[in-house]
């Protein structure tokens, strides 16, 4: 018996679940059958889960951090080191940085990078707002810390022509990351290594 016999509804759910990342037909079966097995106050809570987040969370005013009120949690930080400027592609890049406590200034979230091929420009990135910080003066560094890929290298260059008229030293994070993977995947070690051994552009 495939799911599909059982019942509109189950198939709906499974078809949602394989829109997930990493999520195959069989997983979403799975996954589904552990729904239907669950109590339902249980199931609600994952689905509420889901609910809130999409109407709670929204991007940071400032920096594009993701966040419950109009600024992030780092930009409201006043203990946070207001010279410095890293610039990631995605909210869990910042995430991964963080979590080496290896930097304590503030963040600048692009919400993508410039990828050609896949018809994504400057101008679908948070890139005005982010030359308009830089503008604001209170910078002494800026660090490129997107993803050490074709892209994500391409977006630095980009962003040092572009932010090379102002007074800021602009560094690029050590290759301690290997080229080719993603800040997402990279240990600790190596990311913390990445951010004190970073050079300048
Ligand atoms: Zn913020």
Known sequence: ??????????????????????????????????????????????????RRVKENVRYCQTCYNLTEQDQCAICRDLNRDR?????????????????????RGLYHVLLGRIAPLEGIGPEQLTIERLVERVRGGQFQEVIMATNPTVEGDGTALYLSNLLAEFPVQITRL????????????????????????????
């Open 174 to 201: 050590a290759r301690g990351v290997t080229s080719g993977s993603v800040l997402e995947f990279a240990n600790r070690e190596m990311l913390s290594d990445a951010l004190s051994g970073r050079q300048p552009f």
């Open 1 to 50: 018996m495939t799911m599909d016999q059982v019942s509109e509804s189950v198939d709906n759910l499974v078809q949602q679940f394989t829109k997930l990342p990493g999520i195959g037909k069989k997983s979403a079966e799975r996954l589904a059958f552990h729904v239907l097995r669950q109590h339902e106050s249980e199931a609600l809570a994952l689905a509420d889960a889901i």
């Open 83 to 103: 010279s410095r400027l890293a610039i990631v592609e995605q909210p869990r890049d910042l995430v991964c940085l963080e979590a080496t406590g290896a930097y």
